[in-house]
């Protein structure tokens, strides 16, 4: 007798399968709610209990854990001694088994969960019958993703068989499969645990989208998305219009996201994305008005970028953004009047930011040559740093201000870092310079070239000076503020330079490097 198990969440089309496999002489035995499904639509079905002689039991906890199941899954039809035991036994040899697991991972998502949900969805029996069947693919042929149904059942009436490769490829993904789940599992219980970096971790990814290529045209590349803890992200944003997103957009979106976080309060506010970098950005008394001055800080660069907003696009934001070419829009909503405006641009990409935390939350992951970097998330927000003023010369309430919003900024710049800023408004960028003085030159230079004074303008530098040369620099500028970590065993020699150009200096006590 030829038997094929069939116990899934997802039932959709299980039932044609079973039919064709029925047709070709199999036994279908199954469980639960997939056995009421399959007899309900006409499948000739026998219940896993009548196989074993064993019921089941726990409220169903146990169903498929039982010898009989699991010897004619992994019995080794090239080996005669397990075709004799089976013989002896009295076991029939399982060839397929058609299995999905429980719904944990949109469980857990639930804002209504309990506990006591959680751990029933939690799938043993599932786990173990696909684990077997994938380990003996040279014999059984596991499925565990309804749309492989349909090439089953062509391949199979093709040559009387799964071929050989095709049951391979299944046991790939059935593996793939469990490895998920199991891992979603895991990523859950150590959310729940104070050891923020256990020993032996596991990062579930699906893939939702194969890209046309990767960072450069001779690279594949696809979009995985990880469980996370609802956190706001582009991945879950809606793109209203406009082309899918390629590998280069969502890196530039994911870090415009990044900035909108640290300025969600509801004052208009914009930001344009260049390579990952900030390359201007400003708060105004409206949204039109904070996206001309985050454009008017670089210009140049502002080209084909990504532009985003804390709040509603309204359509005379709209208009000034379509006049100026750009890659993406990221806000949290847009009128119907500014959608039809933007529509009109060719080749942009209008995205609404989902609802989600807008906090960050769990860990941030940097793939390297055989391994992986983990750590937390840089912090949001100010709340962390202290604010030490340590320079004779105090900040007015204005440059404290600016000190503070120039900080924020400075954090999504790529080190060494160094931001202008003059009335709530980025005017210079210094990014990525092997030393922070050509950061501190560069941001300058692009600050004039936009046709600022840096006159009145504060400065924020990611990490420590090692030397005074940076703070020399911006005040030959006229530079008139400085909001830095400190920590350098030269921190008095650029507190000195200050107060020998009665520029105020503040220590955070934090550095945000962003490599």
Not at 23 to 31: A, P, V
Not at 119 to 128: H, S, Y
């Amino acid at each position: 007798m030829k038997r094929a198990i069939f116990s899934v969440y997802r039932k959709e089309g299980i039932e044609k399968l079973a039919a064709f496999l029925e047709k070709k002489g199999y036994e279908i035995i199954s469980t639960g709610g997939t056995f009421k499904y399959l007899k309900a639509n006409g499948v000739k079905v026998t219940e896993v209990k009548d196989i074993t002689g064993f019921p089941e039991v726990l409220d169903g906890r146990v169903k498929t854990l039982h010898p009989v199941i699991h010897s004619g899954i992994l019995a080794m039809r090239s080996n005669e001694k397990h075709l004799e035991e089976l013989e002896a036994h009295k076991i029939s040899p399982v060839d397929f088994v058609v299995v999905n697991l429980y719904p944990f991972e949109g469980t857990v998502s639930r804002d209504d969960v309990t506990e006591e949900d959680i751990i029933e969805q939690i799938d043993i029996g599932g786990v173990t019958l696909i684990r077997a069947a994938a380990k003996n693919y040279n014999d059984v042929t596991v499925v565990v993703d309804n749309e492989d149904f349909e090439r089953i059942i062509k391949e199979y009436e093709a040559v009387g068989s799964v071929p050989a490769p095709t049951r391979m490829e299944m046991a790939c993904k059935a593996f793939a499969h469990t490895a998920y789940y199991d891992a979603i599992i895991s990523t859950y219980f150590n959310s729940l645990m104070p050891a923020y970096f256990p020993k032996e971790y596991s990062i579930p990814l699906k893939r939702i989208q194969e890209l046309r290529y990767g960072e450069n045209p001779h690279q594949l590349g696809a979009v995985y998305k990880t469980y996370v803890d609802k956190n706001a992200n582009v991945l879950d944003a809606e793109v209203l219009w406009g082309k899918k997103l390629s590998y280069n957009n969502v890196m530039d979106a994911d870090a415009a996201l990044d900035i909108l976080r640290e300025f969600w309060d509801g004052n208009p506010f914009s930001v344009i994305i260049k390579h990952t970098n900030p390359c201007g950005a400003s708060k105004g008394d409206t949204l039109k008005e904070a996206y001309i001055r985050a454009l008017a800080g670089d210009p140049v660069s502002a080209f084909g970028g990504i532009i985003g907003f804390n709040g509603k696009v309204d359509s005379e934001t709209a208009e000034e953004i379509s006049k100026q070419f750009c890659e993406i829009v990221i806000a949290p909503d847009y009128d119907f009047d500014a959608l039809e405006i933007l529509k009109q641009k060719k080749n942009l990409r209008i995205v609404k930011i989902a609802s989600g935390d807008m906090g960050k939350k769990g860990h941030f992951y940097r793939k390297i040559e055989g391994g992986m970097l983990v750590q937390e998330w840089d912090r949001v927000g100010m709340d962390y740093e202290r604010f030490d003023i340590v320079t004779g010369k105090k900040p007015s309430s204005d440059e404290e201000r600016d000190l503070r919003f120039a900080w924020l900024i400075c954090k999504y710049v790529k080190s060494n870092a160094i931001v202008y800023v003059k009335n709530e408004q980025v005017i210079g960028v210094g990014a990525g310079q092997l030393s922070r003085v050509d950061s501190a030159r560069f941001g300058a230079l692009k600050a004039k070239d936009a046709g600022f004074d840096l006159k009145g303008a504060v400065m924020a530098s990611d990490a420590f000076f090692p030397f005074r040369d940076s703070v020399d620099t911006a005040a030959k500028d006229g530079v008139v503020a400085i909001i830095q970590p400190g920590g350098s065993k030269r921190d008095d020699e650029s507190i000195q330079a200050c107060n020998d150009h009665k520029i105020s200096m503040v220590l955070t006590g934090i550095r945000h490097f962003r490599h």
